[in-house]
């Protein structure tokens, strides 16, 4: 790879792209008036509202890209891409699809049998079927091949035993898809499988792990011999690695990797215009950061695009996330210095000073989640050291 293979090029979304974001901003704007969308920072990972997630698939906007055989909208990413966007700018509660909605629908088209495609997928596409992800454990974060929970052969399928940490909405959602090892391999990304597993299966226990916040968010996941059939298995036994890197690429591609806290920035332009204006100075900072996002929005739409396109993008799509996600944190400190007020988490839900608290609570999670700024910048390395 060279530098010029880097090169997103510039893109136009199609016509039919304008059209689907002004009806997204009509459906947000009768949703805010509800009071509803309340413009909260992160409201991808904790902003669960069922009901606001039914109303979104009615209008076709959940399983955008699944086929229309299971319920989807067979629709392409661009559509989904500026659908999403327009949901995370308004801080609108998405989180209780998310997960379904971005990897685990795809996952199950591309590896699923047809019975587990024909039972899940027109679910999700419903709104009515969620996920979370059962990827990270205790000490396998970064290195998730060295993952200890494992799937057992039983006479009548599986007997799944281990705990996963970090696993998003396992105390709301339905179903996790689990990453175990199933075969002990000299090659360690070798003898991986996925499954599906029933997150009210009693032999799953969960158990909370509290966001700076407070806020219950994330949980231990103890999967205590949990007896699976031969059905919960997701794709072929072994291939659990591959699986899950291209799980990986659809989690870290997507707009919620520098949209996270633009409620934030657009909560303290009303915030400046409520108390009498601003200084040149302030005005100044706010360009800078609206510059920035403009710039980062750009290259992920080329990251979108090249997707869409079959083109490989994992190398630019992970200098995106690198990008955005730094971008998003220092928006926060930003927004701190552009307008110091005290951030109180206990006052009132929506309020600037309350939102200001939850992105600098939320902060430090920004650059971890979905693969450290670290491991990220290691995949762009090699990317750049094969072009030599
Ligand atoms: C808010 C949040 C939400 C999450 N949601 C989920 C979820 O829903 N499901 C799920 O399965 N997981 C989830 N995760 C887990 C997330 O994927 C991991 O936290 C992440 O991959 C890092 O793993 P770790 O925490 O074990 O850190 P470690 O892997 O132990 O890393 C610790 C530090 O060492 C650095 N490091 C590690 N290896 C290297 C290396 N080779 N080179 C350079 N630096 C290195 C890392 O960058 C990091 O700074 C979530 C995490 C957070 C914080």
Same mark, same amino acid.
């Given at each position: 790879?060279?530098?010029?293979?880097?090169? *997103?090029?510039?893109?136009?979304? +199609?016509?039919?792209?304008?059209?689907?974001?002004?009806?997204?901003?009509?459906?947000?704007?009768?949703?805010?008036?509800?009071?509803?969308?309340?413009?909260?920072?992160?409201?991808?990972?904790?902003?669960? #509202?069922?009901?606001?997630?039914?109303?979104?698939?009615?209008?076709?906007?959940?399983?955008? $890209?699944? +086929?229309?055989?299971? =319920?989807g909208? =067979?629709?392409s990413?661009?559509? /989904?891409?500026?659908?999403?966007?327009?949901?995370?700018?308004? %801080?609108?509660p998405?989180?209780?699809?998310?997960?379904?909605?971005?990897?685990?629908?795809?996952?199950?088209?591309?590896? %699923?049998?047809?019975?587990?495609?024909?039972?899940?997928?027109?679910?999700?596409?419903?709104?009515?079927?969620?996920?979370?992800?059962?990827?990270?454990? @205790?000490?396998?974060?970064?290195?998730?091949?060295?993952?200890?929970?494992?799937?057992?052969?039983?006479?009548?399928?599986?007997?799944?035993?281990?705990?996963?940490m970090?696993?998003?909405?396992?105390?709301?959602?339905?179903?996790?898809?689990v990453?175990?090892?199933?075969?002990?391999?000299? #090659?360690?990304?070798?003898?991986?499988?996925?499954?599906?597993?029933?997150?009210?299966?009693? @032999?799953?226990?969960? &158990?909370?792990?509290?966001?700076?916040?407070?806020?219950?968010?994330?949980?231990?996941?103890?999967?205590?011999?949990?007896e699976?059939?031969? &059905?919960?298995?997701?794709?072929? +036994?072994?291939? %659990?690695?591959?699986?899950?890197?291209?799980?990986?690429?659809? &989690?870290?591609?997507?707009?919620?990797?520098?949209?996270?806290?633009?409620?934030?920035?657009?909560?303290?332009?009303?915030?400046? @215009?409520?108390?009498?204006?601003?200084?040149?100075?302030?005005?100044?900072?706010?360009? /800078?950061l $609206?510059?920035?996002?403009?710039?980062?929005r750009?290259?992920?739409?080329?990251?979108?695009?090249?997707?869409?396109?079959?083109?490989?993008?994992?190398v @630019?799509?992970?200098?995106?996330?690198?990008?955005?996600?730094?971008?998003? =944190?220092?928006?926060?400190?930003?927004?701190?210095?552009?307008?110091?007020?005290?951030?109180?988490?206990?006052?009132?839900?929506?309020?600037?000073?309350?939102?200001?608290?939850?992105?600098? *609570?939320?902060?430090?999670?920004?650059?971890?989640? =979905?693969?450290?700024?670290?491991?990220?910048?290691?995949?762009?390395?090699?990317?750049?050291?094969?072009?030599?």
């Open positions: 790879m060279s530098l010029s293979d880097l090169d *997103l090029g510039a893109v136009q979304l +199609p016509p039919e792209a304008t059209r689907l974001r002004q009806e997204v901003r009509d459906f947000l704007a009768t949703e805010r008036a509800a009071g509803t969308v309340l413009g909260r920072p992160d409201s991808w990972l904790t902003g669960w #509202d069922p009901a606001f997630t039914r109303r979104l698939a009615r209008h076709g906007w959940i399983g955008m $890209t699944l +086929p229309r055989a299971y =319920g909208g =067979g629709r990413n661009l559509e /989904r891409y500026v659908v999403i966007e327009e949901l995370l700018a308004a %801080g609108a998405v989180s209780a699809h998310w997960v379904a909605d971005r990897q685990a629908g795809p996952t199950i088209l591309r590896h %699923g049998t047809e019975a587990q495609r024909s039972h899940f997928l027109p679910r999700i596409a419903a709104g009515a079927c969620f996920f979370s992800i059962g990827m990270s454990e @205790q000490d396998s974060g970064s290195d998730l091949a060295s993952v200890r929970t494992r799937a057992e052969r039983t006479a009548s399928g599986w007997r799944l035993t281990g705990t996963k970090w696993t998003g909405g396992a105390h709301v959602n339905d179903h996790a898809i990453l175990a090892r199933t075969d002990e391999s000299e #090659d360690r990304h070798a003898g991986l499988s996925q499954f599906i597993v029933d997150l009210r299966d009693p @032999q799953v226990r969960v &158990e909370p792990i509290r966001l700076l916040s407070g806020e219950h968010t994330f949980n231990y996941c103890h999967l205590e011999g949990v699976l059939t031969d &059905e919960a298995l997701l794709g072929r +036994p072994g291939d %659990g690695w591959r699986q899950v890197t291209g799980e990986l690429a659809l &989690e870290r591609s997507g707009p919620e990797r520098f949209l996270s806290t633009l409620p934030l920035l657009s909560a303290l332009v009303k915030e400046l @215009q409520r108390t009498g204006g601003c200084s040149p100075e302030q005005q100044a900072r706010v360009g /800078r $609206t510059a920035r996002l403009a710039s980062v750009q290259l992920s739409l080329g990251v979108a695009a090249a997707l869409a396109a079959g083109r490989p993008a994992d @630019q799509a992970a200098l995106v996330k690198d990008l955005g996600t730094r971008f998003e =944190g220092e928006l926060v400190n930003e927004v701190r210095e552009i307008l110091p007020i005290a951030a109180r988490f206990d006052a009132t839900r929506g309020s600037y000073p309350e939102l200001l608290a939850t992105a600098i *609570l939320h902060a430090p999670g920004y650059t971890l989640r =979905g693969g450290t700024n670290e491991i990220l910048r290691g995949i762009i390395t090699r990317g750049l050291e094969l072009s030599r």
